[in-house]
């Protein structure tokens, strides 16, 4: 088992197993803040506050969504790893932490020591989207044009170390193609060009193409998660073309290190009481999303899988924060 795995089930399973105290059993008594490291509008802020606020009336409290955007995330990342251990900062965590922690040199703060995971939410697929134009229907045709056209191949992200980079660069040292990475300040831009014709590929969230899909604007080689998207239930997974390949965002709760574990555990019963509701289900399928519940230890077992996975990606790739 490696380093980063063992450190975050030893933080997980001293939660659980940490003595209770009875101020726990009134959490909460005010509101909770629930950090989101993106601007307002995006997914993030999105799925925060789809699960923010019945989690709230849950605990008898408002959530209050915090966002905190800038540094890939680093910058509520740090917000709440510094903040009292008392159940009221919470952090939105999701792909970017993970990968991050090879990411950024010289963090003010230990991502896998100061953040303890609380409870799962959920994973969004990814889509290869290329532009219509470009000759290839499949995945195979794509690896087989690219290994054929070296240099003609440009793949566009959201930025240096984002997810959609991540996820391309994977793909790209599990096929051995050449792809030239072309980084923009966002998705919405690498989409603009990837219609225009000045780049022909990008690994982007579903929410952010999935109409310009189904208007047969872009074309969907394929999700990138183990399974097929009910969101687009005709379009393969890369897996089914490269064996093993596996990527999303996903997003969960995090708490500083130290919070006391009654109120991690309620934190967590009460999510996993919110994500179980039927009437949550079509709201998370909008974003393309599928339910992830679990225990803090189940959370913790996947971010340290998460964090291992992209680390050896990060190195790989070369890639370097913007």
Do not use: C
Request: proline share 9%; glycine share 10%; charged share 15%.
């Amino acid at each position: 088992m490696n380093l980063i795995r063992r450190r975050f089930l030893y933080l997980a399973g001293a939660a659980v197993a940490a003595p209770r105290v009875a101020w726990g059993e009134t959490y909460p008594s005010r509101p909770v803040h629930m950090v989101v490291g993106f601007a307002a509008g995006g997914g993030a802020d999105i799925m925060a506050r789809l699960i923010g606020q019945p989690l709230g009336e849950r605990l008898g409290q408002q959530i209050v969504v915090d966002n905190r955007p800038g540094a890939g995330t680093n910058i509520g990342t740090e917000v709440v790893a510094k903040a009292p251990p008392d159940g009221y900062t919470l952090l939105l965590v999701n792909s970017p932490n993970a990968i991050n922690v090879t990411l950024y040199e010289n963090l003010s703060f230990d991502f896998i020591r100061d953040i303890v995971p609380v409870a799962s939410i959920g994973r969004v697929p990814l889509v290869m989207v290329v532009n219509p134009a470009l000759p290839v229907q499949t995945v195979p045709e794509f690896i087989a044009y690219a290994k054929a056209n070296p240099g003609k191949v440009n793949m566009g992200s959201g930025g240096n170390g984002a997810p959609d980079h991540m996820s391309g660069e994977l793909f790209k040292a599990m096929t051995g193609i050449p792809m030239l990475h072309v980084p923009y300040r966002g998705v919405a831009p690498a989409t603009a060009d990837l219609l225009g014709g000045q780049i022909q590929v990008i690994f982007a969230t579903m929410p952010a193409v999935i109409s310009l899909i189904k208007a047969g604007k872009l074309r969907a080689l394929a999700v990138t998660t183990a399974t097929r998207s009910d969101q687009l239930p005709d379009v393969p997974t890369i897996a089914e073309f490269v064996p093993g390949y596996e990527a999303s965002q996903w997003y969960g709760i995090g708490t500083p290190k130290g919070t006391p574990a009654e109120v991690i555990d309620k934190l967590n019963r009460e999510t996993n009481v919110v994500l179980a509701d039927p009437k949550l289900a079509p709201k998370l399928a909008e974003l393309g999303a599928s339910v992830v519940s679990g225990t803090p230890a189940d959370f913790g077992k996947l971010i340290a899988e998460e964090t291992a996975k992209w680390a050896k990606v990060v190195k790989i790739s070369g890639a370097k924060p913007d």
